[in-house]
């Protein structure tokens, strides 16, 4: 007897609700109790053998780490191999045999060593794991880490993303080109990529590279906004080369996200929200979404010698919920907190905060204290079930080079659906011809549980057609403004999606005269 047997016997009976009731009763028959991830694989092999039909709320219910795949696509890292930074920062973890600024006992450089970086690899695994544990992966967003991208040579880059692009779809294309083509129209479909590189190494060039690439999102290691605090950390540029790579991305529709660390030396509680506020209010600024990782000392880096010398202190865990509180309440409703303090193994951090769950104790204390947070995350609909006739809703955000338009779908505290438009200055465009008098959508996205690209849930946000709505409003506007055409920095797995919407590629970008 086996647990697909057992499970095609009782599955019109099976509910939620009596999932464990049934699970020991299989148990005795296996001899062994079956866990979520063994249940689901043989729901998924009776699914294609159509033995059975779907069940939504028995797969939500078997599904593990629900959070993956919360926010309308499937996300996961894939590490690049170890190279030389250029960058000499005092705070940087340098590990033999490990990229810069990472530890091998970190999730993703665990399955990057495990297959000695191969990129293929990391991806086919990756994939595999998360359709175990009941994750869709039709729409998968892929976020390259390793330190500073745009040090890596060139060929290297290129290569590491066709072995990226084979892997989503088990291929063998030679080119980047013919594996992106296929992606376009492919069963799992890469919607959203993105890199991690330092400010002062954006130029025309690497931003060009970037898009033939097909990546949508960069990742800043911004650190500080103070020019003197980044000196004594050796960051080894000012404030200058974060504002002008914030620019140059933006007008070339890139989502922005920058790193932001409290607690450098130099800098003290009052300061970092300081800085918190600048990096919102200040028009050369801005960013999309911001990853807040707390300054924590790892053993054989200059700052650790600081620190055991005494010359650089470190908050206490009072001190420093205190300071991401007050940070996140100045967080606006157009930008994304990704992550509030970094997941690294207590073993190697010998001053700072050792709390992995900073951002669940900062939630939970804000809720008493009667505050919200009103980031975007904070917000998503995640997996709640739609409500009919969500409230449109436009912000205004002044960037320096053009305006941005936020606009998006909610209701209440919940988020369901976002646009960020930028209307450049600009007209004649510096890289990219094609950007020539045209608006740019720099993002859409509509959230909730990721949905299959060929099925339709009528209960689920992604299939209610809002990002659409969102965009003939964008559209209406750009129009209005004295715009000629709207162009989408469109991943490639998204295109047949705009050209549905009456959009054509042309050059790197999805584009629709107006």
Same mark, same amino acid.
């Given at each position: ?41 043989? *729901? ?10 779907? &069940? ?24 690049? =191999? ?56 039709? =729409? ?10 745009? +040090?890596?040579?060139?060929? *290297? =880059? ?7 692009? &084979?892997?989503?779809?088990?291929? $063998? ?7 992106? /083509?296929? /992606? ?20 025309? +060039? ?24 980044? $000196?004594?950390? =050796? ?44 990096? *919102? ?11 807040? *990782? ?14 055991? +010398? ?5 908050? /206490? ?36 905060? $050792? ?8 939630? &939970? ?70 950007? &020539? ?34 965009? /003939? ?42």
């Amino acid at each position: 007897m086996t647990l697909t047997t057992l499970l095609a016997t009782d599955f019109t009976k099976l509910t939620p609700q009596n999932l464990d009731q049934f699970r020991r009763l299989w148990s005795k028959r296996l001899g062994t109790t079956p866990k979520n991830s063994h249940i689901l694989a043989a *729901y998924t092999h009776l699914l294609k053998e159509g033995a059975i039909g779907p &069940n939504a709320q028995l797969e939500n219910s078997l599904r593990t780490r629900k959070v993956r795949s919360m926010s309308g696509v499937t996300p996961f890292a894939v590490m690049t =191999k170890p190279f030389t930074c250029p960058g000499q920062c005092t705070f940087c973890p340098l590990e033999v045999n490990m990229p810069k600024s990472y530890l091998s006992d970190e999730p993703a450089g665990q399955r990057a060593q495990k297959v000695n970086f191969d990129p293929y690899l990391q991806v086919k695994s990756r994939l595999e794991q998360l359709e175990a544990t009941g994750h869709h992966t039709d =729409k998968l967003e892929l976020i390259v880490i390793g330190g500073t991208f745009s +040090a890596y040579p060139d060929s *290297y =880059k290129r290569q590491f993303f066709l072995e990226m692009y &084979n892997a989503v779809n088990d291929l $063998k294309s030679k080119t980047l080109a013919e594996a992106q /083509n296929f /992606n376009e129209t492919a069963k799992r479909r890469i919607v959203s990529l993105s890199i991690e590189t330092r400010p002062d190494w954006i130029t025309a +060039a690497e931003i060009r590279l970037l898009r033939e690439l097909g990546v949508t999102k960069l990742q800043i290691g911004v650190q500080a906004l103070d020019g003197k605090i980044l $000196k004594r950390v =050796k960051r080894g540029h000012s404030i200058r080369p974060i504002a002008i790579a914030t620019r140059m991305l933006k007008d070339s529709g890139f989502k922005i996200c920058y790193h932001f660390m409290p607690n450098l030396p130099g800098s003290n509680p009052e300061k970092d929200v300081e800085m918190a506020k600048l990096m *919102y209010i200040d028009p050369r600024f801005k960013p999309d979404f911001v990853k807040i *990782y707390p300054t924590q000392v790892i053993p054989k880096t200059p700052l650790y010698r600081e620190w055991l +010398a005494g010359k650089f202190v470190t908050y /206490n865990d009072k001190t420093l919920k205190t300071v991401l509180k007050q940070i996140k309440l100045v967080t606006p409703p157009w930008c994304r907190i990704d992550r509030l303090v970094r997941d690294i193994s207590k073993k190697w951090v010998a001053g700072g905060t $050792k709390a992995t769950n900073m951002r669940q104790v900062i939630q &939970n204390e804000l809720l008493r204290e009667g505050k919200r947070c009103q980031c975007i995350r904070c917000r998503e609909i995640k997996h709640s079930p739609f409500e009919a006739k969500p409230l449109f809703i436009k912000r205004l955000i002044k960037t320096v080079g053009g305006q941005e338009l936020f606009l998006s779908f909610e209701k209440g505290d919940k988020l369901y659906s976002l646009l960020r438009l930028r209307l450049p200055l600009r007209k004649k465009h510096l890289i990219f011809p094609e950007l &020539n008098r045209a608006a740019l959508i720099r993002e859409i996205h509509t959230f909730g549980t990721v949905t299959r690209l060929d099925r339709r849930d009528k209960e689920k946000t992604q299939d209610q057609g809002l990002g659409k709505r969102l965009l /003939n409003r964008a559209e209406a506007m750009a129009k209005r403004t004295g715009y000629k055409k709207v162009a989408v920095i469109s991943a490639i797995g998204t295109r047949n999606y705009y050209r549905k919407l009456g959009y054509q590629l042309e050059g790197l970008y999805m584009t629709k005269s107006l």
